[in-house]
Every structure is written in C-alpha cells, then in structure tokens.
C-alpha cells in the first residue's frame, strides 16, 4: 500500500509538474463530478457508508477477481491479470486522470495479488483501505 501509493504520488506529481510545458490541463479535482461534502442533518446519511462499502467493495472485488479473473485464467493464462487490470482501469474511465494516475498501481496490484494468491480477500482489504477513507473524506469536506 505504501508503495503503490508513493507510485500514485510521483505520477501525480509528474504530470503536474509537466502539464505546463505540454500545455496539457493540470489535474485539479479527483472526481469530474461536482460533490458537495454532507452539512447538518444530511450527515445521518453516513449510517448508510458501510453498506455502500460492501456492495462496492466486495462486489466489485469479486466481480472483477472472484468471476472474471478465473475465467480470463483460463483463456489468456499467465496473461490474464494484466488483462484483468485494463478492463479494470477502462470499467473506471468515468473518474478523472488525476484519480485514474492514482488508482493505477493499485489497479495493478490488485489482480496480480489474486492471480498468485488464488484468493480475492487481501484484494478486498486493499480495496476497502483505498477507498473508505477517501470516500468518508470526500462527505465530510476534508478532502475533495
């Protein structure tokens, strides 16, 4: 997780630092989406955060390394878990490139933990670790 997220750092801070002299738009926002941190009474909505986690976490995890990786195994071999990983980065193609650059070694990490593993609850874990604490964050207006 340290790694992947000095990884994450450096390429973030690479194409900021070169967005200028390409004169390509500087990453400004993690989401392309406007989101509004929860004020007031909206904040009882949190209750509802660890069933979100668990249908987002586990059933994507399980989607993508518990059904479609075993299955990629099978027909691409020793390929399937970079495979696995592009499918996996375009299914999130709806995020912002400054979230995508981010999220890469982790969606990276991920199927190759599985594919060596046989198993998709480390993936789950780390997962849930990534996303969790942003996403708390992101209602709570700490970090946007």
Known sequence: MIICTAISGIL????ELLSPSFDIYELKEMSPIKVNPLV???????IFLPI????????????WRGYILPRQVLTFGKYAWPINMILHVVFHMAFSLKAMLFFLPFMLLLPYIVYKRKNTYLSIIIHFLLGAPTQLFIALGIFM
């Open 12 to 15: 973030i801070g690479l194409w």
């Open 40 to 46: 007031g009474k909206e904040r009882i909505a949190l």
């Open 52 to 63: 979100f986690y668990f249908f987002n976490y586990v059933g994507e995890e399980f989607m």
